[in-house]
C-alpha cells in the first residue's frame, strides 16, 4: 500500500492494474518538477545569455565561467548541494522545490548558450539597417531581434525539454517521490521490481512522446524565413 | 555651387587597428549634389558612407552635416565625443541603402517601410501607411506589399529597401553598392529607380558604384578613390572620357573589361540645369 492505495498481488495484470494510481501519483510530481524547473531554466537563461555578451570583460568573464561551471559539473551534485549545503546558510527549501532549482540552475547554463546562439545568428546587417532608421535599441530587439531569434531558439529549447523530464529521476536521491522513486518504493515493498519499473519506461516513453509532438507543432506553427504560417 | 556644404570631411582618420583606411581625408558635398564614388575594393569609399551613417566613428577630424558636428558635440566650450542622444537626432537627416539590401525578414514589406516614421518619426500610422504606399507605388512595389522580403526577388527587395530609407525623409541618402549583390537582369529596374529619385527630388544623393552608365546619367561629379584619398574628380564627362590620373585610367579600364553589361560611356548632350 502506498498513499493508502492498495496493490493486488494475485496476478501481474492485477498488479500492475492497481498499482498504476500510484504511479500516476509520482508521475503528477514528475511533470511538475519539469515544468517548473523548465521555466525556471527559460528564466534564469536569458539573463545569463545578456550578460555574457556584455561588452564588458568584468561582467562577461565571471558569467562565462559561472556557465561553464554549472554545465560542467553533475546535476546531481548540484542537487546535493541546494539540498545538503545550502541548508547551513539559512537557505532551507522543500525537496521537490530543491531539485526543481537545481534542474533549473543546471539547465539555464544550456538555455544562456541557446539564447546567445540565437541572438549571434542575426545578421549584423540587421542591426545597421535598424540603426540607420534611427530605431532605438529597446525598439529593435523588441521588433526585429526578437522575432527573428524565438524561431531559431524553439527547437533547441524542445530538446532540453525532453531532456529534462528524463533528467528528474535524479530529484529522488533527495526523497521527492517521483515516479521512478515511488516504483522503485513499490518494488522494495513487493520484492517485484519488473512489473513497476517497465511502467515507469513506458511512462516516460509517454511523456517524452507527447513532449515532442508539442514541440514539433510548435516548431511548425513559427514562421519560415521571416513569413508567419496562415 | 557656392552653397553652404550639406556634409563635409575635415582631416578625418580611419583606423581599422593598423590598418589606416582614410587619412587627412577632405571632402564636401551640396546639398541636392549627385556625387557617384568609384575606386577599388578597399579604398576607401564605402568607410565614407558608413562614417556619415554612423556605423563606423572616426579617431580624428571632424565631420559635419547642415555645419553641425556628427561625431563631437560641444560642451561647455570644449569639443567632446558625441553622445547617443546626439548621434541619434544627427542620423535621422541621412537614409541608408546597402549593397544586401537588409530588410526585416520578419516583416512584411508595408510594415518594413512604416516600422521607422511610426516608432522614430511618431507619424500617425494611417500617415506613415499612405506615405509607405506612395513610396512602393514609385518604386514599382504596390503589388508585393502584403509580401515578405524571402518572397521578393534581389532587385524587388532593394527597391523596397530604397523606399524604406526615403520614408524617413533623410536629407542625403547613401547607397553603398546597391546593385552589385544583383543578377545582371536584376540591375536595371534598381537603377531606373535610382535615377528617378535623382530627377524628382531634391535629395543629395552619394552613391558607390561601378555602374559608369549611370554615373554618367546621373552623377554631378564623379570622385575616383585609391588607398583613401580622393586621387580624381570631376564631371562624368572629365573622368570617364578624359581622366587625368593613370591609375584612373586603368581602373575604368578593369571596370569596363569586367562587366560586358556595362554599356561604355559617351559623350552626352550637356545635362545642366
Known amino acids: 500500500m502506498l498513499f493508502n492505495?492498495?496493490?493486488?498481488?494475485?496476478?501481474?495484470?492485477?498488479?500492475?492494474?492497481?498499482?498504476?494510481?500510484?504511479?500516476?501519483?509520482?508521475?503528477?510530481?514528475t511533470i511538475k518538477?519539469?515544468?517548473?524547473?523548465?521555466?525556471?531554466?527559460?528564466?534564469?537563461?536569458?539573463?545569463?545569455?545578456?550578460?555574457?555578451?556584455?561588452?564588458?570583460?568584468?561582467?562577461?568573464?565571471?558569467?562565462?565561467?559561472?556557465?561553464?561551471?554549472?554545465?560542467?559539473?553533475?546535476?546531481?551534485?548540484?542537487?546535493?548541494?541546494?539540498?545538503?549545503?545550502l541548508p547551513d546558510y539559512g537557505l532551507i527549501f522543500s525537496a521537490?522545490?530543491?531539485?526543481?532549482?537545481?534542474?533549473?540552475?543546471?539547465?539555464?547554463?544550456?538555455?544562456?548558450?541557446?539564447?546567445?546562439?540565437?541572438?549571434?545568428?542575426?545578421?549584423?546587417?540587421?542591426?545597421?539597417?535598424?540603426?540607420?532608421?534611427?530605431?532605438?535599441?529597446?525598439?529593435?530587439?523588441?521588433?526585429?531581434?526578437?522575432?527573428?531569434?524565438?524561431?531559431?531558439i524553439v527547437p533547441a529549447m524542445g530538446n532540453y525539454l525532453i531532456s529534462i523530464i528524463k533528467d528528474t529521476p535524479i530529484l529522488s536521491a533527495v526523497t521527492v517521490l517521483e515516479v521512478l522513486n515511488v516504483a522503485k518504493i513499490i518494488g522494495d515493498r513487493t520484492f517485484r521490481y519488473l512489473i513497476p519499473l517497465s511502467m515507469v519506461g513506458g511512462l516516460f516513453l509517454i511523456l517524452t512522446v507527447i513532449s515532442s509532438v508539442l514541440v514539433r507543432y510548435i516548431e511548425r506553427r513559427l514562421p519560415k524565413e521571416g513569413i508567419p504560417l496562415k | 555651387?557656392?552653397?553652404?556644404?550639406?556634409?563635409?570631411?575635415?582631416?578625418?582618420?580611419?583606423?581599422?587597428?593598423?590598418?589606416?583606411?582614410?587619412?587627412?581625408?577632405?571632402?564636401?558635398?551640396?546639398?541636392?549634389?549627385?556625387?557617384?564614388?568609384?575606386?577599388?575594393?578597399?579604398?576607401?569609399?564605402?568607410?565614407?558612407?558608413?562614417?556619415?551613417?554612423?556605423?563606423?566613428?572616426?579617431?580624428?577630424?571632424?565631420?559635419?552635416?547642415?555645419?553641425?558636428?556628427?561625431?563631437?558635440?560641444?560642451?561647455?566650450?570644449?569639443?567632446?565625443?558625441?553622445?547617443?542622444?546626439h548621434l541619434r537626432k544627427m542620423r535621422k537627416k541621412v537614409g541608408m541603402v546597402f549593397q544586401l539590401f537588409n530588410l526585416f525578414p520578419n516583416m512584411s514589406v508595408l510594415r518594413n517601410i512604416t516600422e521607422a516614421p511610426i516608432h522614430v518619426l511618431k507619424i500617425p500610422r494611417k500617415e506613415a501607411i499612405k506615405r509607405a504606399e506612395d513610396l512602393l507605388e514609385m518604386v514599382g512595389m504596390t503589388a508585393q506589399k502584403n509580401m515578405h522580403p524571402a518572397q521578393l526577388s534581389g532587385g524587388?527587395?532593394?527597391?523596397?529597401?530604397?523606399?524604406?530609407?526615403?520614408?524617413?525623409?533623410?536629407?542625403?541618402?547613401?547607397?553603398?553598392?546597391?546593385?552589385?549583390?544583383?543578377?545582371?537582369?536584376?540591375?536595371g529596374s534598381v537603377l531606373d529607380v535610382m535615377r528617378k529619385l535623382a530627377d524628382e527630388h531634391d535629395l543629395t544623393m552619394l552613391v558607390v558604384t561601378h555602374e559608369m552608365g549611370f554615373a554618367q546619367d546621373v552623377a554631378d561629379r564623379v570622385c575616383m578613390f585609391d588607398h583613401g584619398r580622393i586621387i580624381e574628380a570631376g564631371t562624368?564627362?572629365?573622368?570617364?572620357?578624359?581622366?587625368?590620373?593613370?591609375?584612373?585610367?586603368?581602373?575604368?579600364?578593369s571596370v569596363i573589361n569586367r562587366e560586358d553589361t556595362v554599356t561604355a560611356p559617351t559623350v552626352q548632350p550637356d545635362r545642366d540645369k
Open chain 1, 96 to 152: 521537490f522545490l530543491t531539485g526543481t532549482i537545481a534542474l533549473g540552475i543546471q539547465y539555464s547554463a544550456y538555455t544562456a548558450e541557446v539564447y546567445r546562439a540565437g541572438l549571434e545568428a542575426i545578421p549584423q546587417g540587421q542591426w545597421e539597417a535598424a540603426k540607420a532608421l534611427s530605431l532605438q535599441t529597446r525598439r529593435i530587439y523588441r521588433d526585429i531581434v526578437i522575432p527573428q531569434a524565438i524561431p531559431r
Open chain 1, 33 to 85: 518538477a519539469t515544468i517548473f524547473g523548465f521555466l525556471l531554466a527559460l528564466i534564469l537563461g536569458l539573463p545569463l545569455a545578456l550578460l555574457r555578451a556584455v561588452p564588458f570583460r568584468i561582467i562577461s568573464w565571471p558569467t562565462a565561467v559561472l556557465i561553464e561551471f554549472i554545465r560542467d559539473t553533475p546535476l546531481l551534485v548540484q542537487v546535493y548541494f541546494v539540498y545538503y549545503v
Open chain 2, 156 to 187: 524587388q527587395q532593394q527597391r523596397v529597401a530604397i523606399a524604406r530609407a526615403l520614408a524617413m525623409r533623410p536629407k542625403i541618402i547613401l547607397f553603398d553598392e546597391p546593385t552589385s549583390a544583383l543578377d545582371p537582369e536584376m540591375v
Open chain 2, 1 to 85: 555651387m557656392k552653397q553652404k556644404p550639406i556634409a563635409r570631411f575635415e582631416k578625418v582618420l580611419k583606423k581599422f587597428g593598423d590598418n589606416v583606411v582614410l587619412n587627412e581625408f577632405d571632402f564636401e558635398v551640396y546639398p541636392g549634389e549627385k556625387v557617384v564614388l568609384m575606386g577599388p575594393s578597399g579604398s576607401g569609399k564605402t568607410t565614407v558612407l558608413r562614417i556619415l551613417m554612423t556605423l563606423e566613428d572616426i579617431q580624428d577630424g571632424v565631420v559635419y552635416i547642415e555645419e553641425e558636428l556628427l561625431w563631437h558635440e560641444q560642451k561647455h566650450g570644449k569639443r567632446v565625443a558625441a553622445s547617443n542622444a
Open chain 1, 5 to 29: 492505495i492498495p496493490w493486488n498481488l494475485s496476478s501481474n495484470w492485477t498488479f500492475a492494474w492497481s498499482i498504476l494510481p500510484i504511479l500516476l501519483i509520482g508521475l503528477e510530481v
Open chain 2, 236 to 253: 562624368p564627362q572629365e573622368i570617364f572620357t578624359t581622366p587625368k590620373e593613370e591609375r584612373t585610367r586603368q581602373f575604368l579600364n
